[in-house]
């Protein structure tokens, strides 16, 4: 599926290269596509790299507007505060600062976008991307990866019931803008069509693993990481933050001491959970591998953990648990059952599930797989397999473009916003037919 020739596109996303972890792979991803894909002009409105450590990469402190070129895609980054910890009106701020900025310095083209798509949860990035198409009578078109309202609600933060009520609204303001919506997994379809989305206007647009499989043998790996002391290796990779409920995993590593907790990335509770397992000499804490290198590690360890707090039943499926796919070795999800997570586990047949917040069952459940190893490996095989039939990139692409696609080539018919407008049709291969089921170093100059 391509891009029809000079077109000119706008992505929203709070965060893009060199963000590794979270929504930011896909964003970057996509864009990347887009201006490879064909002759398409693709500008990209986002904030400053934060995320997941929540502070400001020290290459832009400083910085409160620039423009660069990376892989042929005009990034457009914008200030905007950064809250070490987690509250609601400190998250708030964070998304009152992204919306003030972006409406105060859109982007500047060389002409209006064809079409306008925006990453959700962010609410700043879905009501920028709104207001932006409809300043230019263009296609709308939201991916939902998350919905900040339940995120809120479930977060655990002070405030959080306030907060949910106030995103939640908020999102239904920028869905029922949207000319087409995606969502990322089958369990957002209900939820979106609730905030007054037609069923009809709703495609499922799943991830894909962003990440390749591993490219050095797991033995070597694990010599240059000191893993190969015999000691079963259970790896969290990504945010550290409350949703996650990673106390459940320092808890696992004072239970059974034969047992090497790694946890590998950066979010606002490393802090606390350092804290926590001081003291424990198999509690390892890893800054976040190089993108090269992140394939690699995933495959050293015996076992990669998925983890929640009780309290979430979260519908999306977080980005880790595509990359752990791919490296091939079993997953056990310590997560509530029936949400997204725990059906994609399923689903992928490449890991179990155990209850949230219970060490003893996470222990178990790691004990019995290093005592199969057999078992294990035939868990971990699934991964590939799945992301090879399900979550390969040229799929996962392949759908978001059949989306814009439609969306462009429905606007069309309609004539426009108000009209008229730059969108034209996108002849053949749009529509829900086209793969769509219903439900180079940084450059920096000055604003152009």
């Not at 929540?54 to 402190?61: D, G, K």
């Not at 991916?143 to 933060?157: C, F, H, R, T, Y």
């Not at 759908?399 to 969306?407: F, G, K, N, P």
């Amino acid at each position: 599926m391509a891009v029809q020739p000079g077109r000119r596109l706008l992505l929203v996303s709070t965060n893009y290269a060199p963000e590794q972890a979270g929504i930011g792979p896909y964003a970057t991803q996509i864009a990347e596509h887009w201006a490879a894909d064909a002759d398409a002009e693709v500008h990209v409105l986002t904030g400053l790299p934060h995320y997941p450590a929540w502070r400001t990469s020290p290459a832009y402190r400083g910085v409160w507007r620039t423009v660069e070129d990376r892989a042929g895609v005009r990034v457009h980054r914008r200030r905007h505060t950064v809250p070490p910890r987690q509250t609601a009106v400190r998250r708030a701020l964070y998304e009152a600062s992204i919306l003030a900025h972006g409406v105060l310095a859109p982007p500047r083209t060389d002409g209006p976008p064809h079409a306008v798509l925006a990453q959700l949860p962010s609410l700043a990035g879905g009501l920028l991307g709104a207001r932006l198409a409809r300043r230019h009578g263009v296609p709308f078109v939201p991916v939902v990866q998350d919905l900040m309202g339940a995120a809120a609600a479930q977060s655990g933060i002070r405030g959080g019931d306030r907060a949910a009520s106030a995103a939640a609204a908020v999102e239904r303001r920028v869905l029922r803008a949207a000319t087409l919506t995606g969502v990322i997994h089958e369990s957002f379809v209900d939820k979106v069509a609730a905030m007054g989305v037609p069923p009809e206007r709703i495609r499922l647009v799943p991830n894909w693993s962003h990440v390749s499989g591993p490219s050095q043998p797991r033995a070597v790996t694990r010599a240059r990481l000191g893993w190969d002391d015999g000691r079963t290796v259970v790896l969290h990779s990504g945010n550290m933050g409350l949703k996650q409920g990673l106390d459940v995993l320092i808890d696992t590593a004072r239970l059974d001491p034969e047992l090497r907790i790694v946890l590998m990335g950066d979010g606002n509770q490393r802090a606390r959970l350092s804290a926590l397992a001081d003291g424990l000499p198999n509690v390892d804490f890893l800054p976040s591998a190089a993108t090269r290198d992140f394939p690699d590690v995933l495959a050293a360890a015996d076992v990669l953990a998925v983890t929640q707090r009780a309290s979430v039943l979260d519908m999306s499926v977080p980005s880790k648990l595509t990359s752990y796919f791919a490296s091939g070795r079993p997953v056990l999800a310590s997560v509530a059952d029936g949400g997204g997570t725990a059906e994609e586990v399923r689903r992928s047949g490449a890991g179990r599930l155990v209850p949230p917040e219970d060490p003893a069952a996470l222990a178990a459940a790691v004990r019995a797989l290093a005592a199969d190893p057999d078992a294990a490996g035939a868990l971990g095989a699934h991964g590939p397999r799945y992301v090879e039939s399900h979550l390969s990139r040229a799929a996962g692409l392949a759908r978001i473009t059949a989306l814009l696609d439609e969306a462009l080539a429905e606007h069309a018919v309609r004539g426009g916003a108000h009209g008229s407008g730059p969108a034209h049709g996108s002849g053949a291969g749009s529509g829900p037919g086209a793969g769509q089921r219903p439900v180079q170093r940084e450059q920096r100059g000055a604003e152009a």
